[in-house]
């Protein structure tokens, strides 16, 4: 049932606002007469709540903005996966309204098994994730949210296609929303909780970031993609480069770019730890873009307001606007990077890819090459794959890897299907999943035998490789490149094979085979075909007869009760539940893949909590001791001292809850009693994520205090109930007596909250003051 005479529902829910954004930008003219503005920072303030209370309150009448004001905002719309989703909808549901305040969005993605393919996994996944998918479906349908079922497609694929348009500022419950930048949005990943405000209409709070301006210059040619922009640029900064900063991308390189190769590289602004990233309004992508996904008068609109001259123009940075810190990269210089195993930031040219594997004793074979997911299945990336298939094929080659093709959204895959791609890529012998996140998020029954444990290799065009993510197994080394890169090497099954340079025998002995370099399409020339209908989403138009399914015996889904408030006082008696050692992810805290079946069961899930920690006190995973000497697992230990009334704190290093938007990393904890974090340092949205369920971040206001904390120490705060009844920066003490001697000292540690989260911490939650809030 594919047709290329789609059109894409409700397109006027789908228009930003732009005369009220106009309108808004004016005042903040008036505002701040002086000041040059990024674009970021643009359509960021447009969309404050109250312009003047954010920009001239508490900064130094404007001029110090950056870093230090608090804005409100007031996002248009919210997109939502499914397995965050049902944490951020039951929420929702406490505070009694009767549909979302902005226009919002479901969709189905994560819950879908890669394993045999997606005729048979679609089928499988639907039964058995039903009772969540009639939750998700009911619950959207009485509050007026679009609900795109299984197999529509990926969050961010459908947000490009549907929601994402220049100048919107939309928030996603999910780390890699910012994709929607490479249409010119501010789109933002953040937890359920946050969700939640801006589906009441509470202002939502961002400390106003810094502007990191990436300079792109020449233009990408041969084996060079758009991904290989994000690879090398995470090489350069680190997964923390990017904290507190919205990544600007401008300069003259970005003309040659798609819309769809600008998403990749916002998509992987989460793998440094951006705030967001964004492309400003490009005609020569983003018109056509927009006019083949059916939104021909948004580009319009968008096209009108670039155009126009002066201070007032939305889309298009001053031309004196500075950045915080800028780099520079010459695309025409730019070669295909590796990145990994382990870490998105362990960057490897191409070139000397092969030394690195001898040098470090990676295998020389891997058993998988994946392409496609949210980061790379676009109709670019899936044609040029396509052109090296072709050439193999045409050679007698079949991959020595495993293939696996993951479509980003329904409208892709029917677009690839209808065009012969998929048929190419199946003929030789490629597997192609659902549409869905799959392998991605440890969906992936591997089928190929590499057993728990042991060591082996895999590449893919994803975006995240922390160990366990694809399979469960933290020895699998996740190699990430582009689409263009996997496929080639999935024909050598070598990770020491170099494409641009090396050949591959012919199946006869006789001779050799190479690869010239991809060539592919950005648009297809028919248009996108629409696929099946069965996979379009509800219509936004709120139901009140609707009855929520949540079956009180279910083991998936649990009703949420509100957290008991912040005592009348300072925290005393808490103990220390583990200390961690080194990386901590959201992916430790709360682990996804078999998991994900619980996220909307708070009790259940948080069964999985901190169980890929390693504890600096027994060096091993998952592995604690309690007062009595006695060792348990991390949840076995918070769940004895949750039921014996004992508060506990986390002790940990570095960029403490980096990688994901995951809010379960911070409920779970709070739900089995944890009451502060301390930390070296924190990820931004898991540190926001943390107050809104009150917990207490906090961190060492010098580093080496670390080494004097141990598990079971027990710990006091001195100074932090004054300090939440008034918000603000600076240093309190926690008190520490030691488990294991007489000693007692004090530790200085930093806070920085706002009121508002001083407000979320003293009720017990963001949610708890909300609700008591709508109650009056
Ligand atoms: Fe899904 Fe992986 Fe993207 S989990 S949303 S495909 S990052």
Redesign the pocket.
């Given at each position: 049932s594919d047709s290329t005479t789609a059109v894409a529902s409700d397109v006027s829910s789908r228009t930003p606002p732009y005369p009220k954004l106009l309108r808004r930008l004016h005042e903040v003219r008036r505002l701040l007469p002086t000041r040059s503005l990024t674009l970021a920072e643009k359509i960021l303030f447009s969309h404050l709540d109250n312009p003047e209370e954010s920009l001239l309150e508490g900064t130094n009448n404007g001029t110090d903005i950056r870093g230090r004001a608090t804005l409100k905002l007031k996002p248009d719309r919210v997109a939502m996966?499914d397995a965050s989703a049902q944490m951020a909808l039951l929420q929702f549901m406490t505070c009694n309204l009767p549909s979302t305040a902005v226009p919002a969005s479901i969709h189905c993605?994560?819950m879908i098994v890669g394993e045999k393919g997606a005729d048979t996994d679609l089928p499988n996944s639907i039964a058995g994730n039903k009772e969540v998918y009639d939750f998700l479906e009911s619950a959207a349908k009485k509050y007026g949210i679009e609900f795109w079922p299984p197999g529509a497609g990926?969050?961010?694929q459908a947000v490009l296609e549907n929601y994402a348009a220049p100048g919107l500022m939309m928030l996603g419950t999910?780390s890699?929303t910012p994709n929607a930048g490479g249409l010119g949005a501010i789109a933002i990943g953040v937890g359920g909780a946050d969700a939640v405000d801006a589906l009441v209409d509470a202002p939502w709070e961002l400390k106003a970031p810094k502007v990191r301006g990436v300079r792109l210059e020449g233009k990408l040619s041969g084996w060079a993609s758009p991904k290989d922009v994000i690879l090398h640029l995470a090489g350069k900064l680190t997964v923390r480069g990017g904290t507190g900063y919205i990544v600007e991308y401008h300069g003259p390189g970005v003309e040659s770019l798609s819309c769809t190769g600008m998403a990749t590289i916002c998509n992987m602004g989460a793998e440094i730890g951006a705030t967001t990233s964004i492309f400003q309004f490009t005609p020569s992508a983003h018109v056509p873009y927009l006019h083949s996904t059916h939104r021909g008068s948004i580009a319009e609109q968008a096209a009108a307001i670039a155009a126009s001259p002066g201070p007032h123009n939305l889309l298009v940075a001053d031309s004196g606007a500075e950045y915080d810190d800028e780099v520079v990269i010459n695309l025409s210089e730019l070669e295909p990077h590796i990145n990994g195993p382990f870490t998105p930031d362990l960057s490897t040219p191409l070139s000397v890819f092969k030394a690195a594997v001898s040098a470090n004793h990676w295998p020389e074979t891997f058993g998988a090459g994946l392409i496609g997911?949210?980061?790379n299945s676009s109709y670019a990336d899936m044609t040029r794959c396509e052109s090296l298939v072709r050439q193999a094929s045409a050679a007698g080659l079949k991959p020595k890897a495993d293939f696996f093709i993951t479509p980003g959204s329904e409208q892709i895959r029917a677009t690839v299907d209808r065009d012969g791609t998929m048929q190419t890529f199946e003929q030789a012998g490629g597997m192609v999943l659902a549409n869905a996140?799959g392998p991605?998020?440890g969906q992936w029954s591997r089928t190929d035998g590499v057993s728990k444990g042991e060591d082996n290799a895999i590449f893919t065009s994803?975006?995240?490789n922390f160990p366990g993510r694809n399979d469960g197994n933290r020895k699998t080394m996740n190699f990430l490149a582009s689409p263009e890169l996997v496929t080639a090497m999935s024909y050598s099954g070598r990770t020491d094979f170099n494409p641009v340079t090396d050949s591959l025998p012919l199946p006869d002995g006789k001779g050799v085979f190479h690869f010239d370099p991809p060539q592919g399409t950005d648009l297809p020339s028919a248009g996108f075909a629409a696929g099946n209908p069965l996979f379009q989403p509800t219509p936004p138009t709120p139901d009140d007869s609707i009855e929520i399914a949540i079956d009180p015996a279910s083991d998936r889904l649990a009703v949420l009760e509100p957290f008991e408030p912040f005592p009348q006082g300072e925290l005393t008696g808490m103990r220390v539940l583990v200390k961690v050692k080194g990386q901590c992810t959201t992916d430790t805290i709360s682990a996804a893949g078999p998991w994900l079946k619980y996220k909307g069961h708070l009790p259940n899930i948080s069964e999985n909590t901190l169980i890929g920690a390693i504890s600096a006190d027994t060096e091993a995973v998952n592995t604690v001791t309690d007062v009595d000497g006695s060792t348990h697992t991390i949840p076995e230990l918070a769940t004895l001292w949750k039921e014996a009334g004992q508060p506990w704190i986390v002790v940990a290093e570095h960029n403490y809850g980096e990688g994901s938007a995951r809010e379960h990393a911070a409920l779970q904890p709070r739900y089995l009693g944890a009451r502060i974090v301390l930390a070296k340092s924190f990820a931004r949205i898991h540190e926001t994520n943390l107050k809104k369920q009150g917990v207490v971040p906090l961190t060492f206001a010098d580093e080496a205090d670390y080494e004097r904390l141990s598990g079971c120490d027990e710990v006091a705060t001195e100074g932090l109930y004054d300090v939440l009844r008034n918000g603000g920066a600076g240093e309190v003490n926690l008190v520490v007596k030691k488990s294991k001697s007489a000693e007692e000292f004090s530790v200085p540690v930093k806070f920085n909250l706002s009121k508002d989260q001083c407000g979320f911490i003293l009720a017990g939650s963001a949610l708890n003051l909300l609700s008591q809030r709508s109650k009056g």
């Open positions: 996966q993605d994560h990926i969050i961010h999910d890699h997911s949210c980061t996140c991605c998020i994803y975006n995240r």
